[in-house]
């Protein structure tokens, strides 16, 4: 639970990056509070996954004195001590794919931040069991000693949320989470993410699929070109004249048991 006296889990004041000589990322202000379950959402190249680099510390903003890049109140941080605050879900798994490791395997690498288990690596009787209870917890423990590369893309999805969860981050970022799933898994997924969100854990979504949105998620926010194009609680920004102007083309916004929908 957090009260007023909690640092925020991320707060940009005034921030840009340059990748290749451009800017792509123009004087951000952001606050998310601790604890805050938020979806960001734009059309391709609006800038979600520079701004997600930038917050995971692998693309760093321009320096100037006016702006500031504080996570969890810290406007510095070992890197590895920042992944076990905040877990990481991408779509950069496939070195999970090209080596024969199980599911449990990849879950426990996350104790290591390491892709599969080395030999040199001491696996504890606790780090087993934490594997074991989440891989419950996820509803996957028949995945523990399948090979990931013989995985569906859901099975794999799911694998890589425990993975990031073994550290007991307060924040989750799920970054596109549901790109290459059928519509079977990306069901189950949302059903993950709702299942997470109630744990107590913050959730932090990178998405353009509206359903992604889960009923959890009570503040959108919109990127275009590099910018904050809108921000406020979801039921006010999932509208046809929002996401109108946020895509450039007409949809029509229809709402269903607590999920969004758009078709253009």
């Known amino acids: 639970m957090t009260n007023d006296l ?33 979806a960001i959402m734009g059309p391709n190249g609006s800038g979600k996954s520079t701004l997600i680099k930038t917050i995971t510390r692998e693309l760093y903003p321009l320096y100037d004195r006016n702006s500031s890049m504080r996570l969890f109140g810290q406007e510095t941080w070992n890197v590895r001590e920042l992944r076990s605050m905040m877990g990481i879900v991408s779509n950069d798994f496939e070195l999970f794919l090209d080596r024969p490791i199980t599911g449990g395997e990849a879950v426990l690498s996350g104790f290591f931040g390491s892709v599969g288990l080395a030999w040199h690596l001491e696996v504890t009787a606790a780090m087993e069991d934490k594997t074991a209870e989440l891989l419950e917890w996820l509803e996957i423990e028949h995945l523990a000693d399948r090979v990931m590369g013989e995985m569906s893309s859901g099975e794999v999805r799911r694998v890589m949320i425990a993975r990031a969860l073994v550290q007991a981050p307060r924040a989750l970022l799920l970054d596109e989470p549901s790109n290459s799933l059928d519509v079977s898994a990306q069901v189950e997924l949302r059903h993950t993410m709702s299942k997470l ?54 949809v029509q916004v229809m709402q269903q048991d607590g999920y969004y929908h758009m078709v253009s």
């Open 197 to 250: 969100a109630q744990s107590g854990i913050a959730l932090l979504l990178i998405t353009h699929h509206l359903p992604d949105v889960v009923p959890e998620i009570e503040r959108v926010i919109f990127m275009r070109e590099g910018r904050i194009f809108g921000d406020g609680p979801k039921a006010e920004m999932l509208t046809t004249d929002w996401l109108e102007r946020l895509f450039g083309c007409p």
């Open 6 to 38: 909690t640092p925020p889990l991320i707060e940009l004041l005034n921030v840009s990056l340059v990748r290749s000589g451009r800017t792509v990322l123009h004087e951000l202000n952001l606050r998310i509070a601790d604890g805050e379950h938020v």
